[in-house]
């Protein structure tokens, strides 16, 4: 009879759609070992990001319809909104905040995040006043330049005295007004610390070419921490240029800052990045955020060739964001084998290699799961998250929740391509970092009556909501994948 009811839970989850069944425990236990579907994963803290405004209001999102949200982009997750001072608050106390809300609300309707930077000096003739006049009218000090020419009294672009108090009063005043408005917001992926240099880069190469020291670098770290308490900031690799050093960066991941790079393959060959080394102090704890440069002038260049230097600037730095700087649609057209090849890196990808559960067990016995799992992107997963047994009916409906409260994908090891080390629940650990099989006591009768249900796995919060994409078949339309059945008598 025993023999009977193995094989017939066993033929129940091969015409289910078991991947595979261990024979050695077939009598006694289910186990899968899915395949990484190849599917691109939208996750929080990581993906694509678009610039949808790029220092001026006319690129790059100007090129889009509005109900054009580039859904054929595999993988994106933001639109980047990056905009001088001047924009939002052309009148002291009156903001135009609908110029970054009206588009935000388009992407954010598809699901993405977006995020901000508010610039203070630009070096397009169309943009004279990045700071807005009325902060220069106050008496803000400052300098004429030409661009790329250095301070010229008879330039018509203006750039403030990054240290000037009038102009940092003011600047105060604007980021508490953004903060009351984007602080905390959970549509808000990050926001750059963009007020110091120009395109707020934290350089004035472009611009009056004065080398700020470390100290006024910090007055606008500072700033942006005392009003962003919530939302996630990042400080520019360039902060550390003109002489000032990594005490800048050190001091920003001290307030708790990621890293941020603009602009990869600006140059060529060997001098594609040059600051990968400094997100050894990022990436362990924050999502590292890589911008490239304007892609067509790369290519004209030369310096983009296939853009394979791109994929290894993302391995380098262990980066979790990579902005499109330029048309997403006409870049995706003509990069899509490199942007399918990022996709299975970039920030973190849980694999899961193994699951397995009683085929079929009693109603008084415990549902003992096992599993082994592994991060096969750069970067840890920073949202964390827990594994979770889903039980459901015929009909679709959850009949029993059990979550893996004391495992933590967070703490998954990263590595090269397919060399991470897995981590799960087994019987018989194959690493030190391996745990024995977890037991659930089913709930009373009332609640959870015999039958057979689907099987399927999640990650997700300790009360077993889903958060994270899994790259795996079988989706219920909730970040729940199916793997089998299991009978319960």
Same mark, same amino acid.
């Given at each position: 009879m025993?023999q009977?009811?193995?094989l017939?839970?066993?033929f129940l989850l091969?015409?289910?759609?078991?991947?595979?069944?261990n024979q050695t425990?077939a009598?006694?236990?289910a186990?899968?070992?899915?395949?990484d579907?190849?599917?691109?994963?939208?996750?929080?803290?990581?993906?694509?990001?678009?610039?949808h405004?790029?220092?001026?209001?006319?690129?790059?999102?100007l090129?889009?319809?509005?109900s054009d949200t580039v859904d054929?982009f595999?993988?994106?997750?933001?639109i980047?909104l990056r905009?001088?001072?001047s924009y939002?608050?052309?009148?002291e106390g009156?903001f135009?905040?609908?110029?970054?809300d009206?588009p935000?609300?388009?992407w954010?309707?598809?699901?993405?995040?977006v995020a901000?930077r508010f610039?203070?000096?630009?070096?397009d003739?169309?943009?004279?006043?990045?700071?807005?006049k009325?902060v220069?009218?106050?008496?803000?000090?400052?300098?004429?330049?030409?661009p790329?020419?250095?301070?010229d009294e008879?330039?018509k672009?203006?750039?403030?005295?990054?240290? =000037?108090? $009038?102009?940092l009063?003011k600047l105060?005043h604007?980021?508490? /007004?953004a903060a @009351?408005?984007?602080?905390?917001n #959970?549509?808000v992926?990050f926001?750059?610390?963009g007020?110091f240099g120009?395109?707020?880069?934290g350089?004035?190469?472009?611009?009056?070419r004065?080398?700020?020291?470390a100290?006024?670098?910090?007055?606008?770290l500072?700033l942006h921490?005392?009003h962003?308490?919530?939302t996630?900031?990042?400080?520019?690799?360039d902060?550390s240029?003109?002489?000032r050093?990594?005490?800048t960066?050190?001091y920003?991941?001290?307030?708790g800052m990621t890293?941020?790079?603009?602009s990869i393959?600006?140059?060529?060959k060997e001098?594609a990045?040059?600051?990968a080394?400094?997100s050894?102090i990022?990436?362990p704890h924050?999502?590292v955020?890589?911008?490239?440069?304007?892609?067509?002038p790369?290519?004209s260049r030369g310096c983009?060739? =296939?853009? $394979?230097?791109?994929l290894?600037a993302?391995?380098?730095?262990r /980066?979790?964001y @990579?902005?499109v700087?330029?048309? #997403?649609r006409?870049f995706?057209q003509k990069?899509?084998?490199?942007?399918d090849?990022?996709?299975l890196r970039l920030?973190y990808?849980?694999?899961?290699?193994?699951?397995?559960?009683?085929?079929?067990?009693?109603?008084?016995?415990?549902?003992t799961?096992?599993?082994?799992w592994r991060n096969a992107g750069v970067?840890?997963c920073?949202p964390?998250?827990?594994?979770?047994?889903t039980?459901?009916?015929?009909?679709?409906?959850i009949?029993?929740?059990?979550?893996?409260?004391?495992?933590d994908?967070?703490t998954l090891p990263?590595?090269p391509?397919?060399?991470?080390l897995?981590?799960?629940r087994?019987?018989?650990?194959s690493?030190?970092a391996?745990?024995?099989f977890?037991s659930?006591?089913?709930p009373?009768?009332?609640?959870?009556k015999?039958?057979a249900?689907?099987?399927?796995?999640?990650?997700?919060?300790?009360?077993g909501s889903?958060?994270?994409a899994?790259?795996?078949?079988?989706?219920?339309?909730h970040?729940?994948?199916r793997l089998g059945r299991i009978?319960?008598?």
């Open positions: 025993k009977r009811r193995a017939a839970a066993a091969l015409t289910a759609g078991a991947l595979t069944i425990y009598q006694q236990r186990v899968v070992k899915p395949v579907s190849g599917e691109a994963l939208v996750n929080p803290a990581m993906g694509w990001a678009f610039h405004y790029d220092n001026n209001i006319v690129r790059y999102g090129d889009l319809e509005p054929d595999p993988g994106a997750s933001v980047y905009l001088a001072w939002l608050e052309p009148e009156k135009n905040w609908q110029i970054v009206t935000a609300q388009r954010i309707d598809k699901g993405f995040q901000f610039s203070c000096a630009e070096s003739s169309a943009q004279p006043n990045a700071t807005p009325w220069r009218d106050a008496g803000a000090k400052g300098y004429y330049f030409k790329r020419a250095g301070i008879s330039g672009m203006w750039e403030p005295k990054y240290d =000037d108090p $009038v102009f009063e105060d604007f980021l508490a /007004a @009351a408005r984007y602080d905390g #959970p549509n992926a926001i750059d610390v007020s120009v395109w707020g880069e350089h004035t190469h472009a611009t009056t004065l080398p700020y020291d100290r006024t670098v910090k007055l606008h500072d921490k005392k962003f308490k919530k996630l900031l990042a400080a520019n690799d902060f240029n003109q002489g050093g990594l005490e960066l050190h920003a991941r001290e307030l890293l941020r790079d603009d393959l600006v140059a060529c001098q990045s040059h600051h080394y400094v050894d990022f990436w924050l999502p955020i890589l911008e490239m440069e304007h892609y067509g790369s290519v983009w060739q =296939d853009g $394979v230097l791109f290894k993302i391995e380098d730095y /980066a979790a @990579a902005t700087h330029w048309y #997403p006409e995706y990069n899509k084998k490199l942007v090849a990022i996709n920030g990808r849980l694999q899961l290699l193994e699951a397995s559960w009683p085929a079929e067990m009693a109603r008084d016995q415990p549902l799961v096992g599993y082994r970067a840890p920073y964390g998250g827990h594994p979770a047994i039980l459901k009916d015929a009909k679709g409906g009949v029993g929740v059990f979550v893996d409260e004391n495992f994908l967070r990263t590595g391509a397919g060399k991470a897995p981590v799960g087994q019987e018989q650990a690493s030190q391996d745990r024995p977890i659930y006591a089913l009373p009768e009332p609640i959870f015999p039958g249900y689907d099987v399927f796995i999640s990650v997700g919060d300790k009360a889903p958060k994270i899994l790259p795996l078949a079988g989706n219920d339309g970040q729940r994948y009978v319960v008598r």
